[in-house]
Each structure stands twice: as C-alpha cells, then as structure tokens.
C-alpha cells in the first residue's frame, strides 16, 4: 500500500505564492507517475499537474503560473504556485501511482490540502 500526505496549504491573497509537498510513503517500488488535482466546491475533481515519463502536463489555466517537480530520492511531489487568483481556490489532491515492492500496481490519493485565494 502506498500512503500519501500533503501539507502546505493555506490563505494568500490573490498574486500570492504557495508550495505544496505530497510525499509518498509505504511499500514502493517505483513511482511511475505523481501529480496534483483540485476540486472547488460544486465543480468536479480536475487534473492540475502531473509528472511522469513522458514530462510534465498542466491544466491550461495553471499554464505558466504552476510548476511541478518531483525528488524521487524522497518520494515526494511539489507544486510551486504563482500569481495565485481567486479560481484556484479549491481543495488541493496528490494522486500517486506505480509499482509495489509485491509488484502490484499501486494508485493512492492523499486527504487533500486547502488553497484559499482571497481577492
């Protein structure tokens, strides 16, 4: 099993930074693919930013503004964001997933962190 915790949420106004950290921990062999998803109240989950073998993806609103990185030597994903607006409020998901240490695949979600863009 895979755990995964987040941390670095919070409140910041509109043009403000914040870093999230999602590290992953557990019986891993190998993590093929970790990223961010969002869900704002009312809306559907949707996919922020992901970093796997092919690169990186970013939703078209966080283009420019987010960059996703990962320190494999720790299991862990960041996701650095600038020039924060109000819409980005929303609660903030790592989703992580790849193979086991029994060579099962392995998907695992964190509880979510909160991002809240005042104006």
């Known amino acids: 099993q895979v755990q995964l915790v987040e941390s670095g949420g919070g409140l910041v106004q509109a043009g403000g930074s914040l870093r999230l950290s999602c590290a992953a921990s557990?019986?891993?062999?190998?993590?093929?693919?970790m990223g961010w998803y969002r869900q704002a109240p009312g809306k559907q989950r949707e996919l922020v930013a992901v970093?796997?073998?092919?690169?990186?993806n970013y939703a078209d609103s966080v283009k420019g503004r987010f960059t996703i990185s990962r320190d494999n030597a720790k299991n862990t994903v960041y996701l650095q964001m600038n020039s924060l607006k109000p819409e980005d409020t929303a609660v903030y998901y790592c989703?992580?997933?790849?193979?086991?240490?029994?060579?099962?695949?392995?998907?695992?979600w964190g509880r979510g962190t909160q991002v809240t863009v005042s104006s």
């Open positions: 557990g019986s891993i062999l190998r993590l093929n693919a």
């Open positions: 989703n992580a997933q790849g193979l086991a240490t029994r060579g099962n695949l392995v998907q695992a």
């Open positions: 970093s796997d073998s092919g690169g990186t």
